[in-house]
């Protein structure tokens, strides 16, 4: 149970701290308490934690452990047993309807043991799991999608554990995004407009799920109960949802170059590009749409909270809305923070904030704009919001009240903030500065190599100002590709150990492990995860728009290597090493 209102309806409320629906969250406490979802006597301020402190996560977290450790290997020896019936024949529909019948009954008890309860939970997937598998292989994917949600909403409704209702909400928010994709006709089934359009889908829902909750509040128990169970499946979905959202942004500032850049950077290019004549229409809704969002969200938390009913604050939403034009996926989160903060939803509202960070982090790797133009639009924004700031703390301050709370925090705000603001200029231009020296460093010391490209699919070779790179690795290097989502991330990285000839064109040998040691006259380099593989240093090069066909004679990539592997692509070069562009 979250610690939110339950109304998510914007409101009027006092400029110092919103005040919810009187009565709403108190009705909507007593009727957990009434499903056993909260202790007796639970109050609102303990809504937030649901089933009172008997049972610490600490030891619910081992108490899982250990129920997952002693659940796999039954299930395991479950499947050896009967996997053939499983697989090919009608016992998926019997095993997976018992596994779940039988784990949701458990679960609805209420004086069942932790370690009962939280051994239910696999046995509770995997006959979801069953379910799933055998109406995806006799009916298709999208009937398996809706008869799975249709489970996942019943098990909900039947099991009144808050923290299983947050997961099912999640995976049916999942399951519905497959529902609504339009698998079927494959030209609209890759258009980067499908992704956009799902990601929407599931905001409708979301809010639709909120106002349905603020419509069944206080009508009766039955309409209670209808309150509490969607107050849990409303955040699981709005998680996934905020998942989605970032995913589809691709990576964030300094994320992207280390893991590689989403689709979502492409999004506006893309639509173009996939529906021909209409191209530019559809460009503009989706651009429209994304600022539409901003500017509503901005109304709600205006409504809500009279203090942002100001100019400066009206600014500030024409700023974000102005984002929303160039990051198409932004207005949406804008949306589902203003919501959630209005309505009290703090951890909503704070996974919302990060998102909307991530999104806005990603305009840095978004191809579809040039250089110069992100420069301009972000410089242009971070000194309209100085300006603002600046304003804002020569603003004379009204006599504090007696008894006034948050004054003194005003008061350092006020006095610390041109100060913190200097810092935090000193600190990004030193640590731009210190890369960018580290960078120079490798350009003049590192070795000289030269790695041959290899062959790319020419529709993606090219994309306007990006030409996507793959260079030849040693052949082991091929074993190593399922663990770069992990080793990449632990930051555990494999080296490619090779030889140069006469021309200082390598010769790879082998892939080694971390800092293994290397022969004389053999060197290194680090390689990169990139979208689940490996890669050197990048797989993307840019240049400036109009230049395709020069960068198109590119045969080999030039770097400068450091005794201790690290690398830097520093230019492209011919079939006869002829550097170009230079």
Request: charged share 15%; proline share 4%.
């Given at each position: 149970m979250s610690d939110a209102s339950i109304d998510p309806v914007n409101r009027s409320a006092s400029a110092a701290a919103p005040?919810?629906?009187?009565?709403?969250?108190?009705?909507?406490?007593?009727?957990?308490?009434?499903?056993?979802?909260?202790?007796?006597?639970?109050?609102?301020?303990?809504?937030?934690?649901?089933?009172g402190t008997a049972r610490p996560w600490p030891v619910v977290l081992l108490t899982a452990l250990g129920a997952w450790l002693a659940a796999l290997p039954l299930l395991a020896m479950f499947g050896l047993f009967f996997?053939?019936?499983?697989?090919?024949?009608?016992?998926?529909?019997?095993?997976?309807a018992v596994v779940l019948a039988g784990a949701t009954a458990a679960l609805r008890s209420k004086d069942l043991p932790i370690f009962l309860e939280q051994l239910a939970f696999p046995a509770l997937l995997t006959g979801a799991g069953l379910l799933g598998f055998a109406f995806g292989r006799d009916m298709g994917l999208q009937p398996a999608a809706a008869f799975m949600l249709v489970v996942a909403l019943a098990v909900a409704a039947l099991v009144a554990l808050p923290w299983l209702r947050v997961l099912l909400g999640a995976g049916a928010a999942a399951l519905f995004a497959v529902l609504i994709w339009p698998g079927s006709d494959g030209r609209w089934a890759l258009s980067p407009l499908v992704p956009w359009s799902m990601v929407h889908g599931v905001l409708a829902v979301w809010v639709g799920l909120l106002l349905w909750q603020?419509?069944?509040?206080?009508?009766?128990?039955?309409?209670?109960?209808?309150?509490?169970?969607?107050?849990?499946?409303?955040?699981?979905?709005?998680?996934?949802?905020?998942?989605?959202?970032?995913?589809?942004?691709?990576?964030?500032?300094?994320?992207g170059g280390a893991f590689g850049a989403g689709i979502g950077g492409e999004l506006v290019r893309e639509v173009g590009r996939e529906v021909g004549p209409r191209a530019f229409a559809l460009q503009w809704l989706v651009q429209a749409a994304s600022v539409l969002l901003a500017l509503v969200a901005a109304a709600i938390a205006q409504r809500a909270w009279p203090v942002l009913r100001q100019p400066r604050a009206a600014v500030v939403a024409l700023v974000l809305a102005m984002l929303c034009w160039?990051?198409?996926?932004?207005?949406?989160?804008?949306?589902?923070?203003?919501?959630?903060?209005?309505?009290?939803?703090?951890?909503?509202?704070?996974?919302?904030?990060?998102?909307?960070?991530?999104?806005?982090?990603?305009f840095y790797y978004l191809l579809a704009w040039p250089l110069t133009t992100k420069a301009m639009v972000l410089v242009a924004c971070g000194a309209l919001l100085g300006v603002l700031a600046w304003s804002a703390l020569r603003t004379p301050r009204a006599a504090a009240v007696p008894g006034e709370t948050g004054h003194a925090a005003r008061?350092?705000?006020?006095?610390?903030?041109?100060?913190?603001?200097?810092?935090?200029?000193?600190?990004?231009?030193?640590?731009?500065?210190?890369?960018?020296?580290?960078?120079?460093?490798?350009?003049?010391?590192?070795?000289k190599v030269y790695v041959p490209l290899a062959p790319v699919d020419p529709r993606?070779?090219?994309?306007?100002?990006?030409?996507?790179?793959?260079?030849?690795?040693?052949?082991?290097?091929?074993?190593?590709?399922?663990e770069a989502g992990v080793e990449g991330l632990l930051g555990s990285r494999p080296y490619a150990v090779g030889r140069l000839d006469a021309r200082g064109v390598v010769a790879w040998e082998r892939v080694e492990k971390y800092d293994a040691p290397i022969a004389p006259g053999e060197f290194r380099i680090q390689l990169t995860p990139k979208n689940s593989d490996w890669t050197l240093v990048t797989d993307g090069w840019y240049f400036a728009e109009g230049d395709a066909s020069r960068w198109e004679q590119a045969r080999f990539g030039e770097f400068r290597v450091q005794p201790d592997g690290k690398a830097l692509l520093v230019g492209m070069a011919d079939d006869q090493l002829v550097p170009i562009g230079r």
């Open positions: 005040v919810p629906k009187p009565g709403a969250l108190e009705t909507i406490v007593q009727a957990a308490v009434e499903q056993g979802i909260l202790p007796a006597g639970a109050s609102a301020a303990d809504a937030h934690r649901a089933g996997g053939e019936w499983i697989v090919r024949d009608a016992g998926a529909y019997v095993i997976g603020r419509h069944a509040l206080g009508r009766g128990s039955a309409g209670n109960w209808l309150a509490a169970l969607l107050e849990p499946l409303a955040c699981g979905w709005l998680l996934v949802l905020l998942w989605g959202i970032c995913g589809l942004s691709g990576q964030t500032f300094l994320v160039f990051s198409p996926l932004l207005g949406s989160a804008l949306l589902a923070l203003a919501i959630a903060g209005t309505t009290r939803r703090w951890g909503q509202a704070t996974a919302a904030a990060l998102a909307c960070t991530w999104i806005m982090g990603g008061h350092w705000a006020h006095r610390m903030g041109p100060w913190l603001l200097a810092l935090s200029a000193v600190a990004t231009v030193a640590v731009a500065n210190i890369g960018i020296a580290d960078k120079e460093n490798t350009i003049a010391n590192g070795q993606s070779l090219m994309q306007g100002d990006y030409m996507r790179l793959r260079f030849t690795l040693p052949p082991m290097v091929d074993i190593d590709r399922r």
